[in-house]
Structures are given as structure tokens and as C-alpha cells.
């Protein structure tokens, strides 16, 4: 249960039953939400888990052109046409597996005929200088991803 739904819980909670809530009550909820939000609970990451076990595949070989020329690129460090690539992906969308935070990166894959980033990137796991990780693809801006094989 995140912040949102926690406070909403208790909202619901007085408007039904009737009864106020102490603050240092609403305190001690506030606070384990928070702390659930920031750290994670355990049934958020199993469930994240097991959901990615699921994520679809696609071969290297099958992404577009311009997916295989920037995943090129990734593992050559570079250059990248676009500022924001290698950012850190904080998969606030927790389709991708748990993983701590700044460990995935995005980059950029270009669209043909767009002016702007568009909406396809390539998500990958850095363990290190040297190790790209696996690498996830979506073509819907974080909608959905599928592991890509090489």
C-alpha cells in the first residue's frame, strides 16, 4: 500500500464510521506509508518479481535498426544524440524487476521522421563500467517492455 492509498484508507475510515482519528494515530500512519513508499514493501518486490519473470522477449537481431544501432552504442559508451541518455530509470512504473536505485539507465532510441526524443527506449541494468545487463525495450514510452536477447 502506497502514501495515496494509505491516506485515502484513513479518509474513508472517518467518513464511514464516524470516527476521528487521533493525530499521533494518523502520525504513526503517515509515517510507516512513507517509509513503505521509500523502502518498499515486501509484498510490492514479490510480486514485482514474479511479474518479471513474465516480461516478454525479443532478439536483438528482431528490434529495430535504430534500437540495435543505440544498444551499439550503449556498449561502446557512446556517443549518445540526446542528453538525457544514460539517466538513471527509476521504474517508478515497477514493471522492470526491483533493482536499487540507479542501476537501470535509459536511452534513447530514435524514430524516424520525429523531431523529439519519441516514445522508444532501451532500459539497461548497469553493474558496472563494463557490464550491460540485461536491457529492456518498450516502444510505449514505459507502458510495456519486453527483455531483449542477444
Known amino acids: 500500500m502506497n ?49 518479471s519473470l513474465n516480461l516478454p522477449t525479443v532478439l536483438l537481431a528482431e528490434l529495430p535498426l535504430e534500437a540495435r544501432q543505440t544498444f551499439a552504442l550503449i556498449q561502446a559508451g557512446g556517443p549518445f544524440a540526446y542528453e538525457k541518455d544514460g539517466v538513471i530509470f527509476f521504474n517508478r512504473e515497477r514493471i522492470l524487476p526491483a533493482k536499487p536505485r540507479g542501476r537501470y539507465r535509459e536511452y534513447t532510441v530514435p524514430t524516424p521522421g520525429l523531431k523529439h526524443r519519441g516514445a522508444r527506449r532501451l532500459v539497461c541494468e548497469v553493474a558496472s563500467q563494463t557490464v550491460i545487463d540485461p536491457c529492456y525495450y518498450t516502444a510505449d514510452h514505459y507502458r510495456s517492455f519486453k527483455r531483449v536477447l542477444p
Do not use: P, Y
Open 3 to 51: 502514501f495515496i492509498q494509505m491516506m485515502s484508507l484513513t479518509t474513508r475510515i472517518q467518513k464511514t464510521s464516524g470516527v476521528q482519528l487521533k493525530k499521533g494515530l494518523l502520525k504513526v500512519i503517515w509515517v510507516a506509508a512513507v517509509f513503505g513508499e521509500i523502502w518498499g514493501s515486501g509484498w510490492v518486490h514479490a510480486k514485482q518479481d514474479s511479474a
